[in-house]
């Protein structure tokens, strides 16, 4: 376990960034996505019985968290699956919902994020920076060029936020030069107005500040119960606002 990052947020919190080393600290990793996948969620999860979110990838990725030194629980949580790693599986998590074009051809080592999660009372810019700071320790050490993954959208209003942000994320964030992610299930269409405004969620907002685009359409995770959109970050468009939480990664 690496301690990397420390800060205090403006209650006084003090975070810390760690990486989650052994079974005890999966353990709390899958817990915690548990209990925020299914609270907010109701999704459907492998492992429900035990009180954990598990999946076949997890033993090959590189898991992160943000923990708080006070109360020592673990906070926020995230997943990393390497290229290497992915060959070995036979597919990155992302190709189970995206034929994702273009991914073989791009120039330079990937890192996959996915799992993100944050404890509700911990959501802030303050945990997203400190978990920032963790996963840029990440890309420095393996030399990633790109980072990539799947953000989320709830789907139980039926669909008609997920419809209004991705209006908002075509005519600023989509772009397919790199990657064309193709769904493997659609949303089905909803007739809206074109002025609906929906705001996005914490996470696939953070991912588009750091300078992150979509590569195509969302896709329908029906256990989840999310439209989940493929985001790409090439490591030299970072936005330089955000570039200090990744230091010699840019």
């Known amino acids: 376990m690496t301690a990397i990052v420390s800060t205090r947020t403006p209650a006084h919190r003090r975070l810390q960034a760690e990486r989650l080393v ?80 273009g991914l073989a051809h791009l120039d330079g080592p990937i890192l996959e994020i996915g799992r993100t999660c944050v404890d509700p009372d911990y959501r802030n810019g303050a945990t997203i920076a400190v978990l920032w700071g963790e996963l840029a320790e990440a890309l420095n050490r393996g030399g990633y060029r790109y980072l990539m993954g799947c953000a989320s959208i709830p789907m139980q209003d039926g669909g008609i936020q997920a419809q209004a942000i991705m209006q908002r994320l075509r005519e600023r964030y989509l772009c397919t030069e790199h990657v064309r992610a193709e769904p493997k299930n659609p949303l089905p269409p909803l007739d809206l107005p074109g002025n609906l405004i929906s705001e996005m969620p914490p996470l696939l907002k953070a991912y588009m500040r750091l300078g992150a685009k979509i590569c195509g359409e969302p896709c329908w995770d029906p256990d989840f119960q999310v439209a989940d959109v493929f985001i790409l970050l090439k490591r030299d468009e970072l936005c330089p606002r955000y570039a200090r939480h990744f230091k010699a990664a840019v």
Not at 53 to 58: E, I, L, N, R, S
Not at 69 to 77: N, W, Y
């Open 22 to 101: 052994g079974p005890h600290a999966l353990r709390e990793a899958q817990a915690l996505r548990y209990r925020v996948f299914s609270q907010e969620f109701a999704a459907r999860l492998k492992g429900e019985e035990f009180g954990l979110d598990m999946d076949d990838y997890d033993p090959h990725c590189e898991h992160i968290g943000v923990r708080d030194l006070d109360s020592g629980a673990l906070v926020a949580t995230t997943r990393l699956l390497d290229h290497v790693a992915a060959r070995g599986l036979g597919s990155f998590y992302s190709e189970q919902e995206f034929s994702l074009h």
